[in-house]
């Protein structure tokens, strides 16, 4: 597997529910980021973290999206009581290096979130 | 604040036709601009990027892009398409470190 995976691929909850979200970067990678990509939109930033440290959440639109990184490589972002304005594809991406604007950032296919 | 405007929501083309698609962006400074193409069940991939330098970049795929600080652009071109070009696109440019800041996307569809 060389590239990003991410899982569930698909993912429909009741509002109400929480959920988890993972990300498997390649194999090495440093830095990882997650976004937000709704229906008709361009992906939206959340939140990024260099090996296990989460430098940056100021995309995160509340205090229910909670994402951790224990051990610097897999990722969960956790969405406690979801609601319908959750329902998105939620993509993952991992780059090489820490926190260079010129390092390319490869994105998983996603997971779609449908909250009902 | 940085952004990048694609003002064409959906274009249609014949195979073999050329193809430009257009980005405006607003940054005050030499912007980190880049394309990416999103297919169906499929991640998002780079297929090109500007940092500084030759204005005209190539990509893969046979997709080249132009900046031209005057006009606030960075366009994609084809030269000719191909059916499996048909994709969803999405120019980005680089906000506050190396967080990616996405258009809305321009939707690409090629007739046979």
């Known amino acids: 597997g060389a590239g990003v995976s991410q899982s569930p691929r698909y993912k429909v909850a009741k509002r109400g529910q929480d959920v988890a979200l993972r990300c498997d970067p390649i194999?090495?990678?440093?830095?990882l980021f997650w976004y937000q990509q709704a229906l008709g939109q361009g992906p939206e930033f959340l939140t990024y973290?260099?090996?296990?440290?989460?430098?940056?959440k100021s995309g995160l639109p509340s205090d229910r999206f909670f994402a951790e990184r224990p051990e610097g490589s897999v990722s969960t972002l956790k969405i406690q009581r979801t609601q319908q304005e959750d329902s998105a594809v939620y993509l993952c991406?991992?780059?090489?290096?820490?926190?260079?604007?010129?390092?390319?950032?490869?994105f998983g296919p996603g997971t779609r979130l449908t909250v009902l | 604040a940085q952004s990048v405007t694609q003002p064409d929501i959906h274009i249609t083309v014949s195979e073999g036709a050329s193809l430009e698609l257009r980005c405006n962006y607003s940054?005050?400074?030499?912007?980190?601009l880049f394309w990416y193409v999103q297919s169906p069940g499929q991640g998002l991939q780079l297929l090109l990027k500007y940092f500084s330098g030759d204005t005209l970049v190539q990509g893969i795929k046979g997709f080249e892009a132009e900046f031209k600080r005057s006009q606030s652009s960075f366009n994609l071109r084809k030269p000719s398409v191909h059916w499996s070009d048909a994709a969803e696109y999405f120019c980005a440019v680089v906000k506050g470190g190396n967080k990616l800041t996405f258009g809305t996307g321009t939707q690409l569809k090629v007739e046979l």
């Open positions: 194999s090495g990678h440093v830095s």
């Open positions: 973290f260099q090996n296990e440290a989460q430098l940056d």
């Open positions: 991406a991992s780059s090489l290096e820490g926190g260079l604007v010129y390092d390319e950032q490869f």
């Open positions: 940054y005050g400074a030499t912007p980190y």
